[in-house]
Protein backbone atom coordinates (compact mmCIF):
# COMPACT_ATOMS: atom_id res chain seq x y z
CA UNK A 1 0.00 0.00 0.00
CA UNK A 2 0.98 3.64 -0.30
CA UNK A 3 1.30 6.05 3.03
CA UNK A 4 0.38 9.59 2.64
CA UNK A 5 2.25 10.04 6.01
CA UNK A 6 1.73 14.07 7.21
CA UNK A 7 4.10 15.60 10.07
CA UNK A 8 4.66 18.67 10.06
CA UNK A 9 8.60 18.47 11.86
CA UNK A 10 9.96 15.63 9.89
CA UNK A 11 13.68 14.80 10.19
CA UNK A 12 16.31 12.42 8.54
CA UNK A 13 19.19 11.65 11.21
CA UNK A 14 21.39 14.19 10.02
CA UNK A 15 19.60 16.50 11.73
CA UNK A 16 19.09 17.69 15.33
CA UNK A 17 15.44 16.89 15.64
CA UNK A 18 13.76 13.16 16.81
CA UNK A 19 13.57 10.69 14.15
CA UNK A 20 10.71 8.95 15.02
CA UNK A 21 8.83 9.29 11.77
CA UNK A 22 12.19 8.77 9.53
CA UNK A 23 11.94 5.86 11.06
CA UNK A 24 8.87 4.61 11.14
CA UNK A 25 8.83 5.43 6.99
CA UNK A 26 11.47 3.33 6.86
CA UNK A 27 10.23 0.31 8.06
CA UNK A 28 7.46 0.74 6.33
CA UNK A 29 9.20 0.84 3.10
CA UNK A 30 11.26 -2.47 4.57
CA UNK A 31 8.00 -4.22 4.46
CA UNK A 32 6.92 -3.38 1.27
CA UNK A 33 5.07 -0.43 0.74
CA UNK A 34 5.51 3.11 -0.37
CA UNK A 35 5.90 6.00 1.91
CA UNK A 36 5.19 9.69 1.02
CA UNK A 37 6.37 12.20 3.53
CA UNK A 38 4.79 15.64 4.17
CA UNK A 39 6.26 18.19 6.21
CA UNK A 40 7.53 21.21 6.46
CA UNK A 41 10.77 23.17 7.19
CA UNK A 42 11.95 22.62 10.58
CA UNK A 43 14.98 24.64 12.10
CA UNK A 44 17.09 21.73 13.66
CA UNK A 45 16.02 19.48 11.28
CA UNK A 46 17.21 17.98 7.67
CA UNK A 47 14.65 16.76 5.36
CA UNK A 48 16.75 15.40 3.07
CA UNK A 49 16.03 17.59 0.09
CA UNK A 50 18.26 20.22 -1.10
CA UNK A 51 16.81 21.33 -4.56
CA UNK A 52 14.97 25.04 -5.13
CA UNK A 53 11.36 24.91 -3.86
CA UNK A 54 9.34 25.75 -6.89
CA UNK A 55 5.52 27.35 -6.42
CA UNK A 56 6.43 26.19 -2.54
CA UNK A 57 7.51 23.31 -2.13
CA UNK A 58 10.05 20.69 -3.21
CA UNK A 59 9.72 16.71 -3.56
CA UNK A 60 11.63 13.97 -4.27
CA UNK A 61 13.20 10.62 -3.10
CA UNK A 62 15.56 10.32 -0.10
CA UNK A 63 15.25 6.53 -0.07
CA UNK A 64 13.73 3.85 -1.96
CA UNK A 65 10.33 3.49 -1.37
CA UNK A 66 10.27 7.14 0.48
CA UNK A 67 9.28 10.12 -0.64
CA UNK A 68 9.40 13.77 0.78
CA UNK A 69 7.25 16.55 -0.03
CA UNK A 70 8.09 19.43 2.04
CA UNK A 71 6.40 22.89 1.77
CA UNK A 72 8.65 26.27 1.90
CA UNK A 73 7.18 26.95 5.86
CA UNK A 74 9.53 27.56 7.96
CA UNK A 75 9.05 26.74 11.92
CA UNK A 76 11.25 27.23 14.75
CA UNK A 77 10.74 26.68 18.49
CA UNK A 78 11.76 30.35 19.26
CA UNK A 79 8.88 31.17 16.97
CA UNK A 80 6.38 33.47 18.88
CA UNK A 81 3.16 32.63 19.45
CA UNK A 82 1.43 34.14 16.88
CA UNK A 83 4.11 33.15 13.69
CA UNK A 84 3.76 29.49 15.06
CA UNK A 85 0.00 29.62 14.80
CA UNK A 86 0.02 31.05 11.33
CA UNK A 87 2.79 28.29 10.24
CA UNK A 88 0.89 25.27 11.71
CA UNK A 89 -2.99 26.49 9.87
CA UNK A 90 -0.93 27.17 6.75
CA UNK A 91 0.98 23.44 6.60
CA UNK A 92 -2.65 22.36 7.25
CA UNK A 93 -4.82 24.06 4.41
CA UNK A 94 -1.79 23.10 1.69
CA UNK A 95 -1.66 18.92 3.26
CA UNK A 96 -5.26 19.28 3.09
CA UNK A 97 -4.59 19.80 -0.41
CA UNK A 98 -2.53 16.75 -0.98
CA UNK A 99 -5.07 15.45 0.65
CA UNK A 100 -7.54 15.32 -1.92
CA UNK A 101 -6.02 15.04 -4.91
CA UNK A 102 -2.60 12.64 -4.16
CA UNK A 103 -2.99 8.75 -4.81
CA UNK A 104 -2.68 6.88 -1.76
CA UNK A 105 -4.60 3.94 0.20
CA UNK A 106 -3.97 5.14 3.66
CA UNK A 107 -3.76 8.80 5.35
CA UNK A 108 -1.30 8.97 8.51
CA UNK A 109 -0.81 11.98 10.37
CA UNK A 110 1.37 12.80 13.39
CA UNK A 111 1.15 15.60 15.95
CA UNK A 112 2.05 18.05 16.91
CA UNK A 113 0.60 20.89 16.11
CA UNK A 114 -3.34 19.19 16.79
CA UNK A 115 -3.89 21.25 13.11
CA UNK A 116 -2.01 17.37 11.55
CA UNK A 117 -5.14 16.26 12.10
CA UNK A 118 -7.23 17.66 9.31
CA UNK A 119 -5.87 16.47 6.49
CA UNK A 120 -6.53 12.86 8.17
CA UNK A 121 -10.29 14.16 8.54
CA UNK A 122 -10.74 15.11 5.53
CA UNK A 123 -9.51 12.19 3.22
CA UNK A 124 -11.56 10.43 6.07
CA UNK A 125 -15.12 12.00 4.80
CA UNK A 126 -14.83 13.49 1.59
CA UNK A 127 -12.57 10.35 -0.09
CA UNK A 128 -13.16 7.31 2.20
CA UNK A 129 -9.51 6.92 3.34
CA UNK A 130 -8.08 4.86 6.35
CA UNK A 131 -6.98 7.43 8.61
CA UNK A 132 -4.35 6.48 11.20
CA UNK A 133 -3.68 9.10 13.76
CA UNK A 134 -0.97 9.68 16.33
CA UNK A 135 -0.60 11.81 18.97
CA UNK A 136 1.86 12.83 20.81
CA UNK A 137 0.71 15.32 23.10
CA UNK A 138 -2.77 15.94 24.41
CA UNK A 139 -4.29 19.31 23.20
CA UNK A 140 -5.54 21.31 24.02
CA UNK A 141 -5.03 19.64 28.00
CA UNK A 142 -1.03 20.62 28.01
CA UNK A 143 -1.17 24.28 26.63
CA UNK A 144 -4.19 25.14 28.14
CA UNK A 145 -2.65 23.80 31.69
CA UNK A 146 0.94 25.90 31.38
CA UNK A 147 -1.15 28.90 30.59
CA UNK A 148 0.06 29.05 27.11
CA UNK A 149 -3.56 29.58 25.21
CA UNK A 150 -5.68 31.16 27.78
CA UNK A 151 -8.04 32.33 25.18
CA UNK A 152 -11.80 30.29 25.36
CA UNK A 153 -12.14 30.57 22.21
CA UNK A 154 -9.58 29.37 21.13
CA UNK A 155 -8.94 26.44 23.76
CA UNK A 156 -12.69 25.33 22.77
CA UNK A 157 -12.00 25.39 18.51
CA UNK A 158 -9.05 22.85 19.71
CA UNK A 159 -11.29 21.02 21.62
CA UNK A 160 -13.73 20.27 18.86
CA UNK A 161 -10.57 19.77 16.61
CA UNK A 162 -9.24 16.76 19.09
CA UNK A 163 -12.92 15.01 19.40
CA UNK A 164 -13.14 15.29 15.78
CA UNK A 165 -9.83 13.75 14.50
CA UNK A 166 -10.18 11.45 17.45
CA UNK A 167 -13.62 10.58 16.25
CA UNK A 168 -12.87 10.54 12.70
CA UNK A 169 -9.63 8.21 12.79
CA UNK A 170 -10.01 4.85 12.18
CA UNK A 171 -7.33 4.06 14.69
CA UNK A 172 -5.13 5.79 16.93
CA UNK A 173 -1.73 5.60 18.47
CA UNK A 174 -0.65 6.85 21.76
CA UNK A 175 2.68 7.39 22.92
CA UNK A 176 2.32 7.26 26.75
CA UNK A 177 -0.12 5.78 29.01
CA UNK A 178 -1.67 8.90 29.89
CA UNK A 179 -2.49 9.88 26.32
CA UNK A 180 -3.79 6.57 25.60
CA UNK A 181 -6.24 7.32 28.78
CA UNK A 182 -7.17 10.60 27.39
CA UNK A 183 -8.44 9.59 24.00
CA UNK A 184 -10.13 6.98 25.46
CA UNK A 185 -11.51 9.54 27.84
CA UNK A 186 -13.28 11.26 24.61
CA UNK A 187 -15.14 8.33 24.02
CA UNK A 188 -13.00 6.30 21.51
CA UNK A 189 -12.85 2.24 22.17
CA UNK A 190 -9.69 1.38 23.63
CA UNK A 191 -9.51 -1.23 21.34
CA UNK A 192 -8.81 1.67 18.23
CA UNK A 193 -5.42 2.86 20.36
CA UNK A 194 -2.35 1.10 20.26
CA UNK A 195 0.39 2.58 23.07
CA UNK A 196 3.65 2.64 21.08
CA UNK A 197 6.14 4.88 22.65
CA UNK A 198 8.89 6.48 21.50
CA UNK A 199 11.96 4.10 21.14
CA UNK A 200 15.42 3.95 21.65
CA UNK A 201 17.72 4.24 18.22
CA UNK A 202 19.82 1.62 19.53
CA UNK A 203 21.75 1.27 16.00
CA UNK A 204 23.10 5.27 16.45
CA UNK A 205 23.90 5.69 19.97
CA UNK A 206 25.37 2.22 21.10
CA UNK A 207 27.32 1.57 17.91
CA UNK A 208 31.18 3.05 18.53
CA UNK A 209 31.29 6.69 18.17
CA UNK A 210 34.04 9.15 18.69
CA UNK A 211 33.92 11.02 22.01
CA UNK A 212 33.83 14.49 22.69
CA UNK A 213 33.23 17.51 25.01
CA UNK A 214 32.63 20.91 24.84
CA UNK A 215 36.01 23.11 25.52
CA UNK A 216 35.62 23.66 29.33
CA UNK A 217 34.61 20.27 30.35
CA UNK A 218 37.60 18.15 31.82
CA UNK A 219 37.17 14.55 30.85
CA UNK A 220 37.26 13.66 34.87
CA UNK A 221 34.34 15.85 35.81
CA UNK A 222 31.15 14.27 36.05
CA UNK A 223 28.91 15.42 32.65
CA UNK A 224 25.29 15.60 32.91
CA UNK A 225 23.40 16.18 29.64
CA UNK A 226 20.28 17.87 28.75
CA UNK A 227 19.52 17.38 24.85
CA UNK A 228 16.61 18.67 23.76
CA UNK A 229 13.88 21.92 23.41
CA UNK A 230 14.51 25.30 25.96
CA UNK A 231 10.95 25.68 26.23
CA UNK A 232 8.38 26.87 29.02
CA UNK A 233 7.48 23.14 28.93
CA UNK A 234 11.36 21.67 29.82
CA UNK A 235 11.47 23.22 33.37
CA UNK A 236 15.22 24.03 32.58
CA UNK A 237 14.86 26.85 35.59
CA UNK A 238 15.14 23.68 37.87
CA UNK A 239 18.64 22.95 36.33
CA UNK A 240 19.87 26.11 37.33
CA UNK A 241 18.89 26.03 40.42
CA UNK A 242 20.46 22.71 41.14
CA UNK A 243 23.96 24.11 39.10
CA UNK A 244 23.50 27.17 41.76
CA UNK A 245 23.16 24.40 45.19
CA UNK A 246 26.25 22.34 43.22
CA UNK A 247 28.20 25.80 43.04
CA UNK A 248 27.48 26.71 46.42
CA UNK A 249 28.73 23.28 47.77
CA UNK A 250 32.00 24.13 45.86
CA UNK A 251 31.40 21.05 43.60
CA UNK A 252 33.05 22.28 40.35
CA UNK A 253 33.63 18.84 39.54
CA UNK A 254 29.83 18.57 38.25
CA UNK A 255 29.19 20.18 34.67
CA UNK A 256 25.95 20.58 33.18
CA UNK A 257 25.67 20.44 29.51
CA UNK A 258 22.71 22.18 27.86
CA UNK A 259 22.31 20.98 24.07
CA UNK A 260 19.33 22.56 22.18
CA UNK A 261 17.67 25.71 21.34
CA UNK A 262 14.11 26.91 21.81
CA UNK A 263 12.17 29.79 23.09
CA UNK A 264 13.41 29.85 27.03
CA UNK A 265 17.21 29.77 25.63
CA UNK A 266 18.40 33.12 26.08
CA UNK A 267 16.36 33.79 29.49
CA UNK A 268 18.55 30.72 30.91
CA UNK A 269 21.38 32.04 29.19
CA UNK A 270 21.75 35.58 30.86
CA UNK A 271 19.93 33.88 34.39
CA UNK A 272 23.21 31.50 34.54
CA UNK A 273 25.16 34.27 33.69
CA UNK A 274 23.80 36.57 36.28
CA UNK A 275 24.14 34.08 38.88
CA UNK A 276 28.04 33.35 37.52
CA UNK A 277 27.21 29.54 37.34
CA UNK A 278 30.04 28.29 35.79
CA UNK A 279 29.20 24.73 36.51
CA UNK A 280 27.01 25.34 33.38
CA UNK A 281 27.85 24.96 29.14
CA UNK A 282 25.39 25.86 26.55
CA UNK A 283 25.04 24.63 23.09
CA UNK A 284 24.00 24.43 19.48
CA UNK A 285 22.29 21.92 18.65
CA UNK A 286 24.02 19.03 16.99
CA UNK A 287 23.12 15.72 14.49
CA UNK A 288 22.62 12.58 15.60
CA UNK A 289 26.08 11.37 14.76
CA UNK A 290 27.49 14.07 16.73
CA UNK A 291 24.98 13.57 19.92
CA UNK A 292 26.01 10.22 19.63
CA UNK A 293 29.84 10.89 20.53
CA UNK A 294 28.64 13.51 22.87
CA UNK A 295 26.86 10.96 25.12
CA UNK A 296 29.24 8.01 24.36
CA UNK A 297 31.37 11.14 26.36
CA UNK A 298 28.36 11.79 29.47
CA UNK A 299 27.84 10.27 32.67
CA UNK A 300 24.86 10.76 33.02
CA UNK A 301 21.10 12.37 31.04
CA UNK A 302 18.99 14.91 32.29
CA UNK A 303 14.91 14.32 31.94
CA UNK A 304 13.43 17.68 33.22
CA UNK A 305 10.41 18.96 33.00
CA UNK A 306 8.17 22.24 34.12
CA UNK A 307 6.23 20.57 37.30
CA UNK A 308 3.10 20.13 35.39
CA UNK A 309 0.46 17.19 36.32
CA UNK A 310 -0.38 16.28 33.06
CA UNK A 311 3.34 16.02 32.15
CA UNK A 312 3.43 13.12 34.67
CA UNK A 313 1.70 10.34 32.28
CA UNK A 314 0.75 12.57 29.02
CA UNK A 315 4.39 12.72 27.82
CA UNK A 316 6.87 10.54 25.96
CA UNK A 317 10.36 12.60 25.28
CA UNK A 318 12.63 11.83 22.86
CA UNK A 319 15.97 12.44 24.56
CA UNK A 320 14.72 9.75 27.73
CA UNK A 321 15.13 6.98 25.09
CA UNK A 322 17.74 8.65 23.49
CA UNK A 323 19.97 8.39 27.15
CA UNK A 324 18.63 4.81 27.56
CA UNK A 325 19.41 3.55 23.64
CA UNK A 326 23.67 5.22 24.91
CA UNK A 327 23.70 3.37 27.66
CA UNK A 328 23.27 6.59 29.87
CA UNK A 329 21.49 6.57 33.23
CA UNK A 330 19.08 8.78 34.08
CA UNK A 331 18.23 11.43 35.93
CA UNK A 332 14.18 12.58 35.74
CA UNK A 333 12.56 15.20 38.24
CA UNK A 334 8.75 14.47 37.87
CA UNK A 335 6.32 12.12 39.00
CA UNK A 336 4.95 9.50 36.35
CA UNK A 337 5.60 6.61 34.36
CA UNK A 338 9.20 7.21 33.28
CA UNK A 339 10.09 7.70 37.02
CA UNK A 340 8.49 4.62 37.70
CA UNK A 341 10.70 2.74 35.26
CA UNK A 342 13.85 4.54 36.30
CA UNK A 343 13.12 3.04 40.33
CA UNK A 344 11.59 0.23 39.03
CA UNK A 345 15.13 -1.27 36.68
CA UNK A 346 17.10 1.16 38.83
CA UNK A 347 18.67 3.06 35.67
CA UNK A 348 18.81 6.62 37.42
CA UNK A 349 17.52 8.91 39.59
CA UNK A 350 14.21 10.04 40.58
CA UNK A 351 13.52 13.28 42.29
CA UNK A 352 10.88 15.38 43.46
CA UNK A 353 10.24 18.42 41.14
CA UNK A 354 10.84 21.78 42.73
CA UNK A 355 13.89 20.18 45.17
CA UNK A 356 17.00 21.51 43.83
CA UNK A 357 18.90 20.64 47.29
CA UNK A 358 17.38 16.67 45.92
CA UNK A 359 18.77 17.43 42.35
CA UNK A 360 22.24 17.87 43.17
CA UNK A 361 22.27 15.53 45.69
CA UNK A 362 21.59 12.60 43.09
CA UNK A 363 24.59 14.89 41.00
CA UNK A 364 26.91 14.18 44.04
CA UNK A 365 26.08 10.77 44.64
CA UNK A 366 26.88 9.81 40.98
CA UNK A 367 30.03 11.94 40.90
CA UNK A 368 30.60 10.41 44.52
CA UNK A 369 30.12 6.64 43.35
CA UNK A 370 31.32 6.08 39.49
CA UNK A 371 30.86 2.64 39.92
CA UNK A 372 27.42 2.33 40.93
CA UNK A 373 26.73 4.96 38.44
CA UNK A 374 28.14 2.55 35.93
CA UNK A 375 25.78 -0.61 36.74
CA UNK A 376 22.79 1.89 36.48
CA UNK A 377 23.40 2.78 32.86
CA UNK A 378 24.26 -0.54 32.30
CA UNK A 379 20.59 -1.57 33.27
CA UNK A 380 19.60 1.86 31.35
CA UNK A 381 20.56 0.05 28.12
CA UNK A 382 19.49 -3.21 29.24
CA UNK A 383 15.94 -1.38 29.56
CA UNK A 384 16.14 0.11 25.62
CA UNK A 385 16.89 -3.20 24.26
CA UNK A 386 14.36 -5.19 26.17
CA UNK A 387 10.90 -3.30 26.08
CA UNK A 388 11.99 0.22 23.70
CA UNK A 389 13.99 -1.01 20.54
CA UNK A 390 13.31 1.30 17.81
CA UNK A 391 13.21 -2.18 15.11
CA UNK A 392 10.45 -3.77 17.64
CA UNK A 393 7.88 -0.58 18.02
CA UNK A 394 8.29 -0.13 14.26
CA UNK A 395 7.02 -3.20 13.35
CA UNK A 396 4.15 -2.95 15.86
CA UNK A 397 3.22 0.05 14.21
CA UNK A 398 3.18 -1.22 10.57
CA UNK A 399 1.44 -4.01 12.18
CA UNK A 400 -0.99 -1.71 13.30
CA UNK A 401 -1.56 -0.30 9.91
CA UNK A 402 -1.56 -3.51 7.87
CA UNK A 403 -3.63 -5.61 10.47
CA UNK A 404 -6.52 -3.34 11.45
CA UNK A 405 -9.85 -2.89 10.73
CA UNK A 406 -12.01 0.02 9.91
CA UNK A 407 -14.83 0.69 12.37
CA UNK A 408 -17.79 2.10 10.84
CA UNK A 409 -21.34 3.06 12.28
CA UNK A 410 -22.72 0.43 10.49
CA UNK A 411 -19.50 -2.41 9.54
CA UNK A 412 -16.14 -3.31 9.35
CA UNK A 413 -13.59 -4.18 6.50
CA UNK A 414 -10.09 -4.53 6.45
CA UNK A 415 -8.56 -1.67 5.14
CA UNK A 416 -5.59 -3.53 3.74
CA UNK A 417 -6.26 -6.42 0.93
Keep these: MKVLYFHQHF???KGAAGIRSYEMARRLVERG?????????????????????????????????????????????SDGFIKRTVTFLRFALRSVALALTE?????????????????????????????????????????????????????QGMSILEWASYRSAHRLIGLSPGIVDGIASRGVPRARIALIPNGCDIGIFSAPATPWRPEGI??????????????KANGLDAVLDAAAELQKRGRED????????????????????GQGLS??????????????????????????LANVPAFYYGTSP???????AAGLPVLNNYPGWLAELITEHQCGFAVPPENPQAFADALVQAANDREALSRKGQRALALAKAQFDRRILSNQFVDWLENGKICDADHSREFVK
Design 11 to 13: STP
Design 33 to 77: HEVCMVCGSYKGGTTGLTGPFVGGKRRGMILPGLEVVEFDLSYGN
Design 103 to 155: PYDLVFATTTPLTAGIPGILARWLRGKPFVFEVRDLWPELPKVMGVIRNPVVL
Design 218 to 231: KDTDLLALFAGTHG
Design 254 to 273: IKILLVGQGAMKAGLMQKAA
Design 279 to 304: NVVFHDPVDKSRLAGLMAATDIGLQT
Design 318 to 324: NKFFDYL
